[in-house]
């Protein structure tokens, strides 16, 4: 099995800071891409980020960029988001999300997590 575990969610005032993780665990695989997706109640799961797993490819949706910071580490298999200036737009479930193909702005999911809550107050 292949597991994808994000832990970091809970409640924040707009304004503050949360970093989520990611941790892939089980069979390995290629992971060339990792992304973060959210979905917030009523609407459609949308990409917010996406990186190549060297970083030589990043993508930021246009309502988080210089704001929200993707990143990993190599030797604890994780990957981060880093989410600055938070906004109570931001309030959705996160999901961690893997893929053995190549595409970032298009990123194509062979693996996801479960999901963290991030609640932004106003």
């Known amino acids: 099995q292949v597991q994808l575990v994000e832990s970091g969610g809970g409640w924040v005032q707009a304004g503050g800071s949360l970093r989520l993780s990611c941790a892939a665990s089980?069979?390995?695989?290629?992971?060339?891409?990792m992304g973060w997706f959210r979905q917030a109640p009523g609407k459609e799961r949308e990409l917010v980020t996406a990186?190549?797993?060297?970083?030589?490819?990043?993508y930021y949706a246009d309502s988080v960029k210089g704001r929200f910071t993707i990143s990993r580490d190599n030797a604890k298999n994780t990957v981060y988001l880093q989410m600055n200036s938070l906004k109570p737009e931001d309030t959705a479930v996160y999901y961690c999300?893997?893929?053995?193909?190549?595409?970032?702005?298009?990123?194509?999911?062979?693996?996801w997590g479960k999901g963290t809550l991030v609640t932004v107050s106003s």
């Open positions: 999300a893997a893929s053995n193909s190549y595409r970032v702005a298009s990123m194509v999911v062979d693996y």
């Open positions: 089980g069979r390995t695989f290629s992971k060339n891409v």
């Open positions: 990186s190549t797993w060297s970083g030589g490819t990043i």
